[in-house]
């Protein structure tokens, strides 16, 4: 270990338990905390809209749903196109419930920590499931599996009137200490539960990736055959990375559906499925500040580009509808030129930032 | 002289200073709406010239002077059809202190209608389901719903099919609750005495052949297929038909199959795709078109061209159909005015409630007055009949109101 705890200038492990520290030194952990008590005093400090309050609210239920997804297909290495299906498999169970025992029950509205709770294990079963064929199928087969189960979804959601055939299925406003969480006060309320959810979300990925079972995930994703000789379990191994990504994709989904106060099926398809690996690729697959910087650059970029596409609408001749093909097809060609010239995500430039910093001032 | 120059500029920055500070500036108001739609992504071929629609009008608006010194504004966003935007589009409009919104698809009114109820904003949506008024009080519809539209036409084959049989129809309908939900008032339209036998009810897939789905309605006897759903697939569905020589060449012809259908299958949009498989097709609206002559048309043409929009734009009833629903907007802010009220969302509530009676708003667009209140926010009640002739649709008899839907 190196001498001084607070910069380290190389690696200095003389045991596993040291590398597996979350933080490597005090600037670290200062660091972190200095993040996280930014991050929940800003809304205190700085007064901002509830347009705003929401596009944030939506980046880190985007982030908890990704940490999901980076597990499986980062960690694991299994390619999931339907992770908005088990993101929707959250906001249902909260959803169905609400409709089946009524919006304003005390269950939905004093008890959502545990109906969070229960969004988050019923996507973890419906993950296991799911992930079954990933004990015989790899690669794009693979993927074709997880497309079946978006497409049943879709189908289900839309056939049964339990599930109000995809059309919104409110859920009444929930209580906190002081009583019902009103309209004022509902998105900077949100922003803090998301916001803690999101925290332990992310130290919880952390610590597994630190066990033997998050250790498990990357073995099989390098080599599964390796890893059965080494004395793991490749197929359970699969199944529970589908089930941890469809419990932080079922508490994403919960999320969703308190705050937007209802659940309907246009946020839960196919395009969204695709969204949310865009976010994982951008960010860095295989790494937790991906999951973070992911839906942060894929957000940004969608409202950059609308604004974008706004601004030329202003300017471009009404006949010719060039400003509404800018928003697709520049959305799409940054995802395209960021695979081809960065394809291991922003992630890897918090890394070099890293490493930079690391190494500074003995640079070799 | 120095000196003398000097006060001469303190007294005049002074006076300046009063100035600005006592006299009131006599600005003109302007009032704010918003228009949250999806210009891409689904359905944007209707949001596309429905935005247009709504741009243009209050550019008029402004233009001529419709509500004398005041303007009025309304900035457009996409939404891509999805409700989350819709939902941010919407807080980003209330934080601007728009006092009426301009909404667009079903789902996202249903989600909002929560809000609309807390904000207690005045809404006028795209969408012509009949449940969101149940969602909301604050949602005013600008047409006939999906519902009235469906069962108008439900209506015209009972009054119109010639010989003593009972009509036998099938109902081909969008795989949502967009489709499904019209049907549900059709059944119980049948179940109050319409006389009509439902014999299949079809939700279409994404099918590109629809041959052996024709085959089977012949084979079963239907005569009629009642439409609830997007252009494209009834567009598939009268190809297919003319293919097989199934559609009929007049309404009701023996051994033929006579294709209708409600507000979203029908247009210049269904003609463009399907072509002379679209002749004979009948379609219930509560709009004016183009196709027939008459000072809306005029007016709507007039619009468009003033504005640099395309042939096909200013010939869209869903440039029609965002016209109108500005147009509304715009008079419900004018008659605020007149009355000596502060436009505000509450005072624009108030009237549009009051647009009944010998208050309603008779707009050129629609086959009947706008009328509202308390107990009916569907603006339009009556339809209009319209069939494909010789590549355009072409009206039918009189607008009619629905006996079967309240």
């Known amino acids: 270990m190196s001498a001084n705890r607070w910069f380290a200038t190389g690696n200095f492990y003389t045991t596993y338990r040291e590398e597996q520290r979350i933080f490597v030194t005090h600037l670290d952990r200062l660091f972190f905390s200095l993040l996280l008590i930014g991050l929940f005093a800003w809304p205190l400090l700085v007064p901002t809209s509830n347009r705003n309050m929401l596009v944030i609210n939506n980046i880190l239920i985007a982030v908890v749903a990704v940490y999901g997804l980076n597990l499986v297909t980062g960690f694991a290495g299994l390619i999931s196109i339907g992770h908005a299906a088990f993101v929707g498999i959250g ?22 920590p545990l109906m969070i709770l229960a969004s988050g294990c019923m996507g973890a079963a419906f993950g296991a499931f799911v992930g079954l064929p990933a004990m ?15 497409m049943i979804f879709s189908w289900t959601i839309n ?19 002081n009583g019902p969480v009103g309209r004022n006060e509902h998105y900077l309320f949100w922003y803090y539960v998301i916001l803690v959810t999101a925290v332990a979300c992310g130290l919880g990925v952390r610590n597994l990736l630190r066990t033997r079972y998050g250790r498990c995930l ?31 994709a079922g508490i994403a989904g919960a999320l969703h559906t308190y705050m937007f106060r209802g659940a309907g099926f246009e946020s839960f398809t196919l395009h969204h499925s695709i969204i949310y690996l865009a976010m994982a690729i951008v960010g860095g697959l295989g790494t937790l500040p991906g999951s973070l910087l992911g839906p942060v650059a894929i957000q940004i970029l969608e409202l950059q580009m609308e604004h974008l596409s706004e601004w030329a609408g202003a300017l471009l001749p009404a006949n010719m509808n060039l400003a509404t093909a800018m928003r697709p097809l520049g959305f799409g060609l940054v995802i395209v030129l960021f695979l081809m010239f960065e394809p291991r995500g922003i992630a890897n430039w918090w890394r070099i930032c890293r490493t930079y910093l690391k190494l500074w001032p003995f640079r070799y | 002289m120095k000196r003398f120059h000097y006060r001469r500029w303190v007294v005049a920055v002074a006076v300046v200073l009063a100035l600005a500070f006592t006299v009131p500036v006599q600005a003109a108001d302007t009032y704010k709406l918003g228009l949250s739609l999806a210009i891409t992504g689904p359905t944007s071929d209707a949001g596309n010239p429905y935005s247009k629609g709504v741009e243009d009008y209050i550019r008029l608006a402004n233009d001529t002077k419709i509500l004398g010194d005041a303007k009025v504004e309304c900035p457009i966003r996409d939404d891509m059809y999805e409700t989350a935007v819709t939902k941010r589009n919407f807080e980003d409009f209330v934080d601007q202190e728009i006092v009426l919104f301009l909404s667009y698809a079903t789902g996202a009114n249903q989600a909002l209608a929560q809000d609309y109820n807390e904000v207690q904003i005045p809404v006028i949506p795209a969408s012509m389901d009949k449940s969101l008024m149940a969602a909301s009080k604050y949602i005013f519809l600008p047409i006939a719903s999906y519902s009235h539209q469906y069962v108008g036409v439900a209506e015209y084959v009972a009054a119109n099919h010639k010989g003593g049989d009972t009509p036998k129809v099938a109902a081909f309908i969008h795989p949502s609750a967009f489709g499904r939900a019209p049907l549900d008032d059709f059944k119980n339209a049948v179940a109050a005495g319409l006389k009509l036998d439902l014999v299949e009810v079809v939700e279409h897939g994404k099918d590109l052949d629809n041959s052996a789905l024709l085959q089977r309605l012949a084979s079963k006897g239907v005569q009629y297929v009642l439409c609830q759903t997007v252009q494209s697939p009834v567009a598939t569905l009268l190809n297919d038909a003319q293919r097989l020589g199934m559609t009929a060449k007049t309404f009701g012809e023996k051994g033929k199959i006579t294709f209708m259908g409600a507000h979203y299958t029908g247009g210049n949009d269904l003609i463009a795709l399907a072509g002379t498989a679209a002749e004979g097709f009948h379609w219930t609206t509560s709009y004016r078109l183009t196709s027939e002559k008459g000072p809306w048309t005029d007016w709507q043409l007039d619009l468009a061209k003033k504005y640099g929009r395309d042939e096909k734009t200013a010939n869209s009833h869903n440039y029609a159909n965002g016209a109108m629903a500005a147009q509304v907007a715009v008079e419900a802010i004018r008659r605020t005015l007149e009355a000596g009220q502060e436009v505000s969302r509450e005072s624009l509530y108030a009237t549009l409630n009051q647009m009944s009676g010998d208050k309603a708003f008779a707009s050129l667009a629609a086959v009947g007055p706008v009328s509202y209140s308390a107990t009916d926010r569907m603006g339009v009640d009556a339809v209009q009949l319209y069939v494909v002739k010789d590549g355009a649709f072409r009206s039918v008899g009189e607008p009619f109101k629905p006996k079967y839907l309240k």
């Open chain 1, 159 to 177: 056939f049964m009137t339990f599930f109000n055939q995809g059309q919104m299925i409110p859920v009444g406003r929930v209580f906190w200490i």
């Open chain 1, 218 to 248: 990357v073995a099989v994703r390098d080599n599964d055959r390796a890893a059965d000789a080494m004395g793991m379990h490749p197929g359970l191994t699969k199944v529970y990375a589908f089930a941890l990504a469809g419990f932080f």
């Open chain 1, 91 to 112: 906001a249902y169970t909260l959803a169905g419930t609400a409709g089946a025992i009524g919006e304003s029950h005390v269950l939905i509205t004093h008890a959502w």
């Open chain 1, 136 to 150: 015989r199928l790899k690669h794009l087969y693979l993927a074709i599996a997880t497309l079946s189960f978006q």
